[in-house]
């Protein structure tokens, strides 16, 4: 039992170790990293800007930082299976922030529903977000 341990924490550290190159390659990986990897702004810029939804793992001071929340949620792309936005994962304060949202919607339609609602009565945010919604003609094909 000993040794399975031992061959664990080895592995383990091992990951650890190599954990920042592979936050390059695939953002979700911040999931896994070390609390320091995840305060890390550098580290989770990468994470971010690899996928945007690996805001979730950030620590909250990052979650805070609007450098890394722009980042996240310009990478966030739209798509037939993403419902999801990075702006969820966005501190409140964030999430009442125009220049924020606005980026939020202009890239994935669907942010809409994690802006503030003060600023989901904003007409442009609004007319941005039905025009970039991903499944705007669901169920219908488009054509």
């Known amino acids: 039992m000993l040794i399975v341990r031992y061959l664990f924490a080895v ?6 170790y190599k954990l920042p190159e592979r936050i390059q390659e695939d953002g979700n990986t911040l999931e896994f990293a070390d609390k320091s990897l995840q ?11 690899q996928n945007g939804l690996a805001l979730e ?3 909250k001071s ?4 609007k450098e890394v929340v722009l980042a996240a949620v310009k990478e966030n792309e739209d798509g037939y ?3 999801d936005s990075a702006l969820q ?10 220049e924020v949202v ?15 609602k003060s600023l989901q009565k904003d007409k442009e ?5 039905e025009a970039s919604t991903p499944l705007k003609d669901w169920p219908f094909p488009l054509s």
């Open 39 to 49: 305060k890390d702004k550098e580290v989770v810029l990468a994470a971010v800007q």
């Open 57 to 59: 793992y950030a620590d």
């Open 102 to 116: 606005l980026a939020a919607v202009q890239q994935n339609g669907d942010a809409f529903r994690f802006a503030d």
């Open 81 to 83: 299976a993403n419902f």
């Open 125 to 129: 945010i609004k007319e941005i977000s």
């Open 11 to 16: 592995k383990f550290s091992d990951m650890q």
């Open 62 to 65: 990052l979650q805070k930082d």
């Open 89 to 98: 994962y966005a501190d409140k304060s964030l999430q009442k922030d125009k």
